[in-house]
């Protein structure tokens, strides 16, 4: 969240922004592959992913806070191209990512919008009705 705050913020290049969290973060226990994924493909991806959010929120994605945009454009991300992540999981890491680097009630903010993103979606469908199944 914090390398992609950084591109949109500064508009660093990617690869400078990958060298300088490896090298100056502690990411012991960072899948650096999935960090370098989510780093170099959202923003590939961003025009889409932020015309996705647009449909869920009440402002522009552009108006949101950085914080909480980035969060966000990794939510939709996950919820789109990692069907292999739970979507229960992907809305709590936001939500959690959120309550330690966003303002005070901006978890319950992008909980919405994720959830919201996540039911009115095809690429989920599957995966609710089957938990609507195990549930009854």
Not at 29 to 38: A, N, V
Not at 47 to 64: F, K, Q, S, W
Not at 72 to 97: K, M, S
Not at 110 to 127: M, S
Request: glycine share 6%; net charge negative; hydrophobic share 35%.
């Amino acid at each position: 969240m914090q390398a992609l705050y950084q591109w949109d913020m500064a508009g660093q290049d990617l690869t400078s922004i990958e060298r300088q969290f490896r090298e100056e973060h502690q990411l012991a226990d960072t899948d650096l592959e999935y960090f370098s994924e989510l780093l170099h493909r959202i923003p590939a991806q961003v025009d889409t992913i932020d015309a996705e959010l647009a449909r869920y929120l009440d402002r522009a994605p552009r108006h949101l806070d950085p914080v909480e945009r980035a969060v966000l454009r990794i939510g939709v991300y996950e919820l789109q191209q990692r069907l292999d992540v739970p979507y229960r999981v992907v809305i709590n890491e936001a939500v959690e990512l959120c309550k330690q680097f966003g303002g005070e009630q901006s978890h319950r903010y992008i909980n919405g919008v994720l959830d919201k993103v996540a039911r009115n979606n095809t690429y989920r469908a599957a995966e609710r009705q089957s938990r609507g199944r195990a549930g009854r």
